[in-house]
């Protein structure tokens, strides 16, 4: 057991910094066991008062601390592990200081570390303060002259800005200089040494300056980064036209590590990335693979103005730049890609992570107000439900006035560290409107449901649309305001056509409703039909949605709704409650055989596209029918949701098989999004098929995936055989592994997919590959590829009823703990449900929380996340 309670941070306890530092000036002396660190700050007071100079400083071994030039005594300063203190300073004066530091041992790879034999640095959140002495927090922004120097064999040595020089030094070293004009908080930092290669390129920006742009890569690499090259020079042209924002230093680099605690951190011109989101090529790369790095690529590279030349003032503000840069790239991704599609995904991955998080102990709003480790708050709701409400605002505001509160925020803001607040006030005044309603979206945490119900009066021609919003209770909130949310209607009659109406005297096709109250009554004239409701258009709000919509009219806008999103959710809300009737005992057969009947009309719709035909054919996760209905028991739903995906494959046989046959692959491979989405549908076709697993199955599958010229359609063909399971699957992993096993993100893949097995035998298999040679907890990448995988992935095996896949993810946790606390944390969420389960597993979950929280010497981090997953 923790001796002591760990204090937490709170929002309202925020202070200006006591001290400001306007330069500083860094030297590194790298070398793997012992670099020293040499910092020279230019402090001077920040305001009137007679506070000591307190600098974080973690693991940093004290040289010498020098003030205005003069060796600080013992008495004149305190070290101790978190802070070195100096109680007498001037109002301005200049400090030196000199440590030592182990990168070698650095196992929680956050300050400065070793990955592959180079030298890398994560600082966000606090990583700096295990690099010197700092003040370590968001708002002191300082201007960083940094000078490297190392061993030749370290053959790049990089950090922020642009290089100042560089040159050889006796025995065999050498070193390089860098500035970084542009102030900046600590946790942007960066320094990357090593052997590398590079790929070069280079833009004009839209003011006509060059940009180079350079990414460096394990040696060998460099042909994998062509398509993040590609995406970064896109997401620059991009950010131009869309928010008129452009590049400010002449050097653009990103850097690709193996070891990364989580996908990339957009450091001010030396991006760091997790080389999975960034090395691609057909051979090694799925198109999720491709899809991804595109979004992350964008996503670091858009933090340049929403992150590093405006950043948060404290964590708490971490949404202003998480939430507002996630909207930005899933904008970029719905340019790029199809805004339909890319809404679909973005949806799912909503429901996925964030939803479980807003209706279980973890919950927080987007805003948190308090936390004891912050690094557990890069969370979905930071980060997804903080995009959401950018997507709400802009459409309660309008695109012009939205882009109008985004210039002056830029304005407005640039070089400084600011809050949510200032943030939404400059889009009150670009539209004149008050949002201090809308605010409670940061302060609110759980997920609202709102309910639609219709009245049609056929004389009168008139629709009454009854909205009502409730949000349920979360932990420390147990009294939710309601919120202004944003509802997009559109009307449809009986046969799937547009139904026109009027609002307000205006004709129109489709309206927002803003809900800002628990309940309001809307009607709309002039509607000449019977009508079917498409509500929550485009999922307009991050919410629940309940109506009084029959399976006739679902039927209605899965065939025909002009809006894409809602056309696949009404299959989705078809199958989950078929589904869910099922896992409850009520099995209803004729409504099964209907929706399989559905679901193959949809299939040949010749105006829809391959990728969202692929979306349509993917039933709701057992997670999400987990979160639907609760006491929630997960072999009832593993088993619903089977028999389902079974009579699709029956009934649809011949449609899936034509699919697949049709959409093979013809000319060269191209990762673009059209040909992605043939490859997603072959894909998902495939993968029905195997619910209905007959000998020629068997044998398609292993076809597919002996034929396979790229990684999506060999782990495809992988996947298939593993859900039919046997000596074929046997045979074409051991053969993948045979194939890739030189490939560390390739191998990752073979990991997850075992992991993601939902056969009988998958939780031996999965408990024993911990003892495999290519096992690595060290490695953030490996580590989750199995360990996350299946408790996040593999409900079925998850919930063994044992409760051995519980023990599983519990051992792991304390046994990652001891090696890396961030990235054991973040396993913990798969635990904290524990509650919405049957008491049979709900109580096996819990104890192994219990089990956790009671070990000695746990973390914070995993502390605070267990402990409120408990309480
Ligand atoms: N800012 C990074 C991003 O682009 C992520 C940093 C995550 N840091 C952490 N301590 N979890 O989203
Ligand atoms: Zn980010």
């Avoid at 959710?569 to 209907?594: C, S, T």
């Avoid at 979160?627 to 649809?652: G, K, N």
């Avoid at 524990?834 to 995993?862: C, D, F, H």
Wanted: proline letters at 6%; charged letters at 25%.
């Amino acid at each position: 057991m923790r001796t002591e309670t760990p204090q937490a941070i709170r929002l309202s306890d925020y202070r200006p910094p006591a001290y400001l530092i306007d330069e500083v000036e860094l030297h590194f002396d790298l070398s793997p066991n012992a670099t020293r660190v040499k910092a020279r700050l230019d402090i001077r007071r920040n305001g009137d008062h007679a506070e000591p100079l307190v600098l974080n400083g973690e693991r940093l071994k004290p040289v010498s601390v020098a003030l205005n030039g003069r060796a600080l005594g013992e008495g004149e300063r305190t070290v101790d592990d978190e802070f070195l203190t100096i109680p007498n300073v001037p109002d301005v004066f200049t400090l030196e200081t000199e440590v030592e530091i182990d990168p070698q041992a650095n196992t929680h790879l956050e300050g400065l570390y070793m990955s592959g034999g180079r030298f890398c640095t994560q600082c966000e959140a606090e990583g700096f303060r295990k690099i010197t002495w700092f003040p370590d927090r968001p708002d002191v922004l300082t201007r960083f002259t940094v000078r490297i120097e190392a061993d030749r064999k370290f053959q790049h040595l990089l950090s922020n800005g642009n290089l100042l020089e560089a040159g050889e030094l006796p025995g065999g070293r050498h070193y390089a200089v860098w500035n970084d004009p542009f102030p900046k908080p600590c946790y942007l930092f960066a320094l990357v040494a090593g052997e590398l290669d590079v790929l070069e390129d280079s833009i004009t920006t839209m003011s006509g300056r060059k940009v180079e742009l350079k990414i460096y890569v394990d040696p060998g690499m460099a042909p994998r980064a062509a398509y993040a090259m590609d995406a970064l020079k896109r997401s620059m042209k991009w950010d131009e036209e869309a928010f008129g924002r452009e590049y400010d230093l002449d050097l653009f680099m990103i850097v690709a590590v193996r070891d990364f605690n989580f996908g990339a951190m957009e450091n001010k011109g030396l991006n760091i990335f997790n080389s999975s989101l960034l090395l691609a090529d057909p051979a090694t790369a799925t198109d999720l693979d491709y899809e991804r790095i595109e979004s992350v690529v964008a996503h670091e590279y858009f933090h340049n103005w929403t992150g590093d030349r405006i950043t948060c003032r404290d964590w708490f503000q971490l949404c202003l730049k998480e939430g507002l840069t996630v909207f930005r790239d899933q904008s970029f991704s719905a340019d790029m890609r199809g805004e339909a599609v890319q809404r679909i995904k973005d949806v799912k991955q909503l429901r996925a992570r964030q939803f479980p998080e807003d209706q279980g102990p973890l919950a927080h709003p987007v805003r948190p107000s308090s936390y004891l480790k912050i690094d557990n708050f890069y969370t979905a709701t930071i980060y997804e439900k903080g995009a959401e409400v950018i997507r709400m605002l802009k459409t309660l505001i309008g695109a012009q006035a939205f882009r109008a509160g985004m210039d002056l925020y830029f304005e407005r803001w640039d070089g400084h560290a600011t809050t949510v607040e200032e943030f939404i006030r400059c889009f009150e005044e670009s539209s004149g409107q008050d949002l201090s309603d809308f605010f409670a979206w940061y302060e609110q945490a759980g997920t609202p449901k709102v309910t639609v119900k219709r009245r049609y009066d056929e004389a009168a021609r008139t629709l009454e649309l009854e909205l009502s919003q409730e949000t349920p209770p979360t932990p420390g909130q147990p009294n939710k305001r309601p919120l202004p949310l944003p509802v997009a209607v559109g009307l449809l009659d009986a046969e799937g056509r547009t139904l026109a109406f009027e609002r307000d005297g205006q004709a129109m096709d489709e309206t927002v409703i803003v809900l800002k109250d628990g309940a309001a009554k809307v009607t709309l004239h002039g509607v000449d039909r019977p009508p079917v409701v498409s509500a929550l258009r485009g999922f307009s709000a991050p919410v629940t949605l309940i109506t009084d919509a029959e399976p006739k009219d679902r039927y209605v806008l899965l065939a025909s709704d002009p809006d894409l999103f809602n056309r696949w959710e009404a299959g989705q809300g078809l199958a989950r409650d078929l589904m869910l009737a099922r896992a409850g005992g009520a099995p209803n057969e004729v409504g099964e055989e209907r929706f399989a009947e559905a679901v193959g009309r949809a299939l040949t719709d010749q105006a829809a596209e391959p990728a969202f035909k692929a979306l349509l054919l993917a039933l709701p996760s057992e997670q999400e029918l987990a979160l639907a209905r609760q006491p929630a028991d997960p072999a009832a739903i593993h088993e619903a949701r089977e028999t389902l995906r079974t009579r699709l494959a029956l009934h649809l046989d011949e449609e899936l098989r034509r699919l697949h046959t049709g959409l093979q692959q013809l000319g060269e491979f191209s990762p673009d999004a059209v040909s992605a989405g043939r490859r997603a549908l072959r894909n998902a076709a495939l993968d029905l098929m195997a619910a209905n697993p007959r000998s020629e199955v068997v044998e398609l599958a292993r076809g597919h995936y002996e034929a396979a010229s790229n990684m999506t359609d060999a782990i495809g063909g992988l996947s298939a055989l593993m859900l039919i399971g046997g000596q074929a699957f046997e045979d074409a992993l051991a053969h993948f592994y045979d194939r890739w096993k030189d490939e560390p993100l390739v191998v990752d893949k073979w990991f997850a997919l075992q992991a993601r097995d939902p056969g009988d035998g998958a939780l031996g298999r999965v408990l024993g590959l911990t003892a495999h040679p290519a096992f690595d907890p060290k490695n953030p990448n490996r580590l989750r590829a199995l360990v996350s995988t299946f408790a996040s992935m593999n409900p079925s095996r998850f919930h063994d009823p044992s409760g051995a896949g519980y023990r599983f993810l519990a051992d792991q946790i304390l046994a990652v703990d001891a090696i890396n606390p961030s990235v054991a944390a973040r396993l913990v969420e798969p635990l904290g449900g524990w509650r919405r389960y049957r008491p049979e597993y709900g109580e096996l979950m819990k104890a192994e929380l219990q089990r956790i929280v009671g070990t000695e010497g746990l973390s914070k981090n995993v502390y605070e996340l267990a402990s409120k997953a408990l309480a």
